[in-house]
């Protein structure tokens, strides 16, 4: 089965924007941050391998199998270069994205990307992941964003839509586990090549939230040298519903250049 992917104004005139989400979330999660981007501005928005309407899609696993299936199915769409940004394990497929073809990618937007450090809360993600009805998702949410911020009932309602699919959540403990690594200490992520990406020249805007409880905000300094870097006071982990505002000032810095 193919992936999933909202596409919307596609022309061979412009570059794309290309959206990847978190884990546990669908592409529709992006809409605070969309509707705040130019109504015309192409876009390619996924549900990744294993999420929402791409369940049962090739490519289920770890970031590295999950970029090869979205770089083939932007070559299955003809898509020869694109904009790329990517929040949390969205954020390590877009880096490995960018390592495999750099020629492609016009800009690179990472939101509290995964792998620029071993520190994880998998034991919020594992919460998430077997979240279910509409309340266990809100949980779920909550545990990841700073103190007081509150989920678009909305979105809710769609991620709760699809947990009910069969397979959905166990598809996601499955993902999950493919991330996470321990050997004799405690569990942990696995790790970018992150010094591969010094010399590649795609103009990097990396954002963080400054509360962010699953990744912490100190993993923002293992960034390659040149990446603009931006830590977003009082937001946690969820940039796309916490601070949409800042999100999309950023990607349209980013595709506003040449």
Same mark, same amino acid.
């Given at each position: 089965?193919?992936?999933?992917?909202?596409? @919307?104004?596609?022309?061979?005139?412009?570059?794309? &924007?290309?959206? &990847? *989400?978190?884990?546990?979330?669908?592409?529709?999660?992006?809409?605070?941050?969309?509707? /705040?981007?130019?109504?015309?501005?192409?876009?390619?928005?996924? %549900?990744?391998?294993? *999420?929402? /309407?791409?369940? %049962?899609?090739? $490519?289920?696993?770890?970031?590295?199998?999950?970029? !090869?299936?979205?770089?083939?199915?932007?070559?299955? @769409?003809?898509?020869?270069?694109?904009?790329?940004? $990517? *929040?949390?394990?969205?954020?390590?497929?877009?880096?490995?994205?960018?390592?495999?073809?750099?020629?492609?990618? /016009?800009?690179?937007?990472?939101?509290?990307?995964?792998?620029?450090?071993?520190?994880?809360?998998?034991?919020?993600?594992? +919460?998430?992941?077997?979240?279910?009805? !509409?309340?266990?998702?809100?949980?779920?949410?909550?545990?990841?964003?700073?103190?007081?911020?509150?989920? %678009?009932?909305?979105?809710?309602?769609?991620?709760?839509?699809? +947990? +009910? @699919?069969? $397979?959905? =959540?166990? @598809?996601?403990?499955?993902?999950?586990?493919?991330?996470?690594?321990?050997?004799?200490?405690?569990?942990?992520? #696995?790790?970018?090549?992150?010094?591969?990406?010094?010399?590649? +020249?795609?103009? =990097?805007?990396?954002?963080?939230? *400054?509360?962010?409880?699953?990744?912490?905000?100190?993993?923002?300094?293992?960034?390659?040298?040149?990446?603009?870097? =931006?830590?977003?006071? #009082?937001?946690?982990?969820? &940039?796309?519903?916490?601070?949409?505002?800042?999100?999309?000032?950023?990607?349209?810095?980013?595709?506003? !250049?040449?």
């Amino acid at each position: 089965m193919t992936l999933f992917a909202e596409v @919307r104004h596609l022309s061979s005139a412009k570059s794309p &924007l290309v959206l &990847l *989400h978190g884990f546990g979330g669908i592409g529709a999660v992006w809409a605070p941050v969309s509707r /705040r981007l130019d109504p015309d501005l192409p876009l390619v928005v996924y %549900d990744l391998p294993g *999420h929402g /309407r791409s369940l %049962d899609a090739d $490519g289920v696993g770890h970031a590295g199998v999950m970029a !090869k299936v979205i770089l083939a199915d932007l070559d299955r @769409r003809g898509i020869l270069s694109f904009h790329l940004c $990517g *929040h949390s394990m969205g954020g390590a497929i877009s880096c490995l994205l960018a390592l495999k073809v750099p020629d492609r990618v /016009r800009s690179l937007t990472l939101l509290s990307p995964g792998g620029f450090g071993p520190q994880i809360d998998h034991e919020a993600l594992r +919460r998430y992941g077997s979240a279910v009805n !509409k309340d266990e998702v809100a949980l779920g949410l909550a545990a990841m964003c700073a103190p007081g911020a509150r989920p %678009d009932p909305g979105e809710l309602a769609l991620l709760a839509a699809a +947990r +009910r @699919r069969p $397979g959905a =959540t166990d @598809r996601l403990v499955e993902i999950l586990n493919s991330f996470l690594v321990q050997s004799e200490g405690p569990i942990e992520q #696995g790790t970018l090549p992150l010094t591969s990406f010094e010399g590649l +020249r795609i103009p =990097t805007r990396l954002l963080w939230g *400054h509360d962010d409880p699953i990744l912490p905000v100190s993993q923002a300094a293992n960034v390659w040298e040149g990446a603009d870097v =931006t830590l977003i006071a #009082g937001a946690g982990h969820m &940039l796309l519903d916490e601070a949409p505002d800042v999100v999309a000032a950023a990607l349209a810095a980013a595709l506003a !250049k040449p």
